[in-house]
Nanobody, 116 residues
Framework: AQLVESGGGSVQSGGSLRLACSISAYRDRTLAWFKHREGVAAIDYDG??KYATSTKGRFTLSQDNAKNTLYLQMNNLAPDDTAMYYC??????????????????WGQGTQVTVSE
């Protein structure tokens, strides 16, 4: 699978961004977003999701199957959210661990910068 992220940028604290991950081979994979190598959120092919505690309530996953694209809506951003964000994919049943070693395919990342 090939993954290409977009949507990063610079915002002020309290602002929002929507990251997008375009995936070449979409079926039967769990997809996730990582903040550097820290798991943020994941969704499997059945629609089951898992969010890191630090992002729950602020970040929301969605997917457009027709466009083979995964989105991460990020609201109420804080300076601590500043990082490179990566999209990743796996077929492993251990995806709920939200650990980087579970995921086999990675994009190049998109930078998110949040200022005070």
């Amino acid at each position: 699978a090939q993954l290409v992220e977009s949507g990063g940028g610079s915002v002020q604290s309290g602002g929002s961004l929507r990251l997008a991950c375009s995936i070449s081979a979409y079926r039967d994979r769990t997809l996730a977003w990582f903040k550097h190598r820290e798991g943020v959120a994941a969704i499997d092919y059945d629609g089951e999701t898992k969010y890191a505690t630090s992002t729950k309530g602020r970040f929301t996953l969605s997917q457009d199957n027709a466009k083979n694209t995964l989105y991460l809506q990020m609201n109420n951003l804080a300076p601590d959210d500043t990082a490179m964000y990566y999209c990743a994919a796996t077929t492993s049943l251990n995806w709920l661990l939200l650990r980087p070693w579970v995921f086999d395919y990675w994009g190049q990342g998109t930078q998110v910068t949040v200022s005070e």
